[in-house]
């Protein structure tokens, strides 16, 4: 029947939201707490994915007490050596594992993106379901945002074979061994996905943040 859903409405996910990068294009330091509109990036992206998510954590490393104010789980990368948003995906699907047991997706998004879709995570099933893939990830402007996704918790024993015995690192290599959907966002008014890796970028989302109705 149109408009309606053969199966009811996945539970909301736990997030995982990625901010353990190195922000060299930023000049480095923790990108999350950059200020955009007088609030830091990752309170924006906090705000973007509480009504959408059960419970936030933030992918992060180093001394966790500098997140604080934002009264998040902290969760660092597994200590194995290998770096990029993958580790964070691994550290978070084994935090949810362990800490959301009858969770079986995890959202992740980078901390870097403050204008998030509201209807992420609606989105991101609703293309799994309709293209019967394991993965989904979110696409604009025919482009995929390969750490925007939705991500089954069990993967996670794949993912950790995969970054220590075949040495993957990126994360379209790792996604493009599983049947994987794309859910695409309009760009108009604004490309929802607009992420900030320069300062020029942080000038360009003030502009934006403006433009925001709230
Ligand atoms: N947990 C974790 N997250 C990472 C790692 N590398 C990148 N990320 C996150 O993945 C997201 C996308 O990465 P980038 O936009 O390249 O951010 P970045 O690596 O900090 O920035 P650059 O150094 O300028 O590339 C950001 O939210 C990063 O914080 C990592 O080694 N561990
Ligand atoms: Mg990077």
């Keep these: 029947m149109f408009g309606r859903r053969s199966m009811a409405d996945p539970p ?3 997030a995982i939201i990625l901010a353990g ?3 060299q294009r930023m000049g480095g330091g923790d990108k999350a707490l950059r200020m955009v509109g007088g609030r830091t990036l990752l309170a924006l992206v906090i705000d973007r994915l509480a009504s959408q ?3 936030l954590a933030l992918s992060a490393n180093g001394d966790p007490a500098r997140f604080a104010d934002y009264d998040l789980p902290v969760i660092a990368d597994p200590v194995d050596g290998f770096r990029g948003p993958l580790a964070g995906v691994l550290a978070g699907l084994d935090w949810v594992a362990e800490h959301r047991p009858a969770a079986r997706w995890m959202l992740s998004t980078p901390a870097d993106c403050p204008f998030l879709p509201r209807d992420l995570v609606a989105r991101l099933h609703q293309a799994r379901i309709d ?5 989904a990830v979110a696409a604009s402007a025919g482009r995929s945002h390969p ?4 991500w089954p918790v069990g993967l996670r024993i794949d993912l950790r074979r995969a970054l220590l015995a075949d040495d993957i690192r990126k994360v379209d290599r790792f996604t493009a061994r599983y049947p994987r959907a794309m859910a695409e966002w309009p760009v108009e008014p604004a490309d929802p996905f607009f992420n900030a890796n320069t300062p020029q970028d942080l000038a360009e989302a003030e502009g934006l943040a403006m433009r925001e109705p709230d």
């Design 21 to 23: 990068g190195l922000a």
């Design 53 to 55: 998510c059960d419970i």
């Design 12 to 14: 909301a996910p736990p």
């Design 131 to 135: 293209q019967q893939a394991d993965i």
């Design 147 to 150: 750490v925007i996704a939705l």
